[in-house]
């Protein structure tokens, strides 16, 4: 059987965050402070991960444990963000799982505005995007392009 | 940065607001209320610069705010933004729906 090298840890990081609206701003100074992308990569992963981090918390609240583990990491060469969590049954996270990769976006006049282009930008910054609803556990994970 | 900046000012008749932070989904309400108000009353120019963050919540507003001007007959652009705020248009995959502009005095 083939080994696998192992993997560089210092290529990966992870944050757990609260399912709270403060997290967002958590996870922005998570994303400013991966060291091992380049500065276009982490602004990818920071503006996809703020929408999937932001969907998480509006649809898939309240979360069992309540937290949300969110992981950065260089895996083949390419940028991988991945969520971890566990919705609570009954919870729109379903919904908000059929919703990829993306509806077309719509002019909201209750709140005076576009929406619905925050699964649009995450298929276009990530190269694939994948969601997983498990029994255990919840996954959600975006694959980038690697300028490396 | 985790707050979000706006000041605004006057320069050659027009209001131009100076952003500087993320623009995210949780901070963008302050962000609409003045980009609309502005518009509004005239010309306007968003200095996005030092933005650190542009979320669909903000694209959204910039998207209404581009409408509203059209309607009002005003002027308006964006002005130099930062590089995540440019990628953030550009993922929308209609970047050049955005009126970009590098400086105060291409307007």
């Known amino acids: 059987m083939e080994s696998r090298p192992p993997r560089r840890r210092e290529e990966e990081a992870t944050i757990r965050l609260a399912a709270v609206p403060e997290s967002v701003s958590a996870f922005e100074s998570f994303a400013d402070g991966l060291a091992f992308l380049s500065p276009r990569e982490r602004a990818r992963l920071k503006l996809a991960g703020d929408e999937i981090l932001d969907n998480i918390i509006r649809h898939s609240s309240p979360l069992e444990r309540r937290r949300i583990a969110v992981r950065a990491a260089r895996r ?59 029994s255990m556990m919840d996954r959600i994970i975006l694959a980038f392009i690697g300028e490396d | 940065m985790t707050q979000l900046e706006i000041s605004v000012h006057t320069e050659h008749h027009r209001l131009v607001l100076d952003v500087i932070g993320p623009i995210n989904s949780y901070t963008f309400t302050d962000f609409q209320e003045k980009i609309y108000k502005a518009i509004a009353q005239s010309d306007t120019a968003v200095v996005m610069e030092h933005v650190t963050a542009l979320s669909s919540a903000g694209i959204g507003v910039l998207m209404t705010a581009i409408e509203d001007a059209e309607a009002s007959g005003h002027g308006f652009a964006i002005v130099n933004p930062s590089e995540i705020a440019r990628l953030a248009m550009e993922s929308t995959g209609f970047g050049d729906r955005f009126p970009i502009v590098q400086s105060l005095k291409q307007i």
């Open chain 1, 76 to 134: 083949g060469g390419r940028p991988h963000l991945l969520f971890f969590f566990r919705s609570s049954p009954g919870t729109a996270f379903a919904d908000f799982a059929q919703g990829f990769p993306g509806s077309a976006p719509l002019f909201d006049p209750a709140r005076r505005r576009w929406r619905g282009m925050g699964l649009l930008m995450c298929r276009n910054l990530s190269q694939a995007l994948s969601v997983r609803h498990g």
